[in-house]
């Protein structure tokens, strides 16, 4: 593991930057090995105390914080749904508390922005959504997309320094850090990107648009099934029956099924698929338990994607 020196040396009050703590969005500097975790530097101000909604960005938040931020992730297992999710007077206290708020955005937690409004203490809040230009109606599973979580990271780093200036040169040391984490990431995408070339996909629900978008894959869901799922409605017969007639015809290389949906649709058209041959890619909404990082459970799914794609 590569050891990055702590960014800033605070000496009776004074504030001594060092320049490790460039982001210039190259990652790694001196061609060493990429860590897998990591270090953990001190901090040299009192912690922020930061609250995020839903954990696909609460470890990304606390790897951006290190130990200049206590997180609190609000939905944190990976049986809640996040889009019906209601805050417990706890959660409230937590909010309460906040010198930073991150939430998704997008109507997918709007629980989190209502408790970040209304709590006393006047939180700053990053709104993923709001960070990457999109708005309502939009998918709303922005920590799909590579760039976007680039966007927000680069965000929620600016707010940091903000809210506490004294460790700006610290923050800037923990962005290095987290972008050298996310190269594997980014190389993956790349890498999938000639394997995936003129492939498709259909997905039981949009949860991972963002990512086969940026490996290339086209989207051949039923248009009707679609927006169907894309609303939480019922999909009208005609349509799931488009999509079963599409999964058996041949011409769909993957189904991305979201194993956080509950219901007997998805998980017909699970079965369609497995009975026609067409390989199944299993994806979840939240970090699952079990999943070390945001990056490792990303890089497993990407991992199932490229199986899939080569059989
Ligand atoms: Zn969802």
Redesign the pocket.
């Known amino acids: 593991m590569r050891r990055i020196g702590v960014g800033a040396v605070l000496v009776g009050g004074l504030l001594l930057a060092t320049a490790c703590g460039s982001s210039d969005g190259s990652g790694t500097a001196a061609g060493g090995p990429t860590p897998t975790t990591v270090a953990g530097d001190p901090c040299p101000v009192e912690p922020l105390r930061v609250v995020v909604s839903v954990n696909q960005w609460g470890d990304v938040v606390q790897q951006l914080g290190g130990e200049c931020a206590e997180v609190t992730t609000i939905v944190n297992g990976g049986d809640i749904?996040?889009?019906d999710f209601e805050p417990t007077p706890a959660d409230r206290v937590a909010f309460e508390k906040a010198d930073l708020v991150v939430v998704n955005g997008l109507d997918?937690d709007h629980w989190a922005e209502d408790a970040a409004a209304q709590a006393g203490g006047s939180p700053a809040v990053v709104n993923a959504g709001e960070v990457v230009g999109l708005s309502s109606g939009d998918n709303?599973?922005i920590w799909y997309g590579p760039q976007q979580v680039e966007q927000v990271s680069a965000a929620v780093t600016d707010e940091l320094k903000k809210l506490e200036p004294a460790a700006a040169g610290y923050f800037d040391t923990r962005a290095a850090l987290w972008a050298d984490q996310l190269k594997p990431l980014l190389d993956g995408v790349a890498a999938l990107k000639a394997t995936a070339a003129g492939k498709t996909y259909a997905a039981t629900?949009?949860?991972f648009d963002d990512m086969a978008t940026a490996v290339g894959l086209e989207d051949v869901t039923p248009s009707g099934y679609r927006n169907a799922a894309a609303n939480e409605s019922e999909p009208a017969p005609g349509d799931v029956k488009a999509f079963e007639d599409l999964l058996r015809g041949g011409t769909v290389d993957v189904l991305v099924y979201?194993t956080?949906?509950q219901g007997s649709v998805p998980e017909q058209l699970r079965s369609v698929a497995e009975g026609a041959k067409v390989p199944v890619v299993e994806v979840t909404?939240t970090v699952p338990p079990g999943q070390p990082s945001f990056v490792a459970w990303q890089l497993a799914q990407l991992k199932a994607l490229t199986e899939a794609l080569g059989r």
Do not use: A, I, R
């Open positions: 749904d996040p889009h997918y709303p599973h629900e949009s949860v979201n956080q949906t909404e």
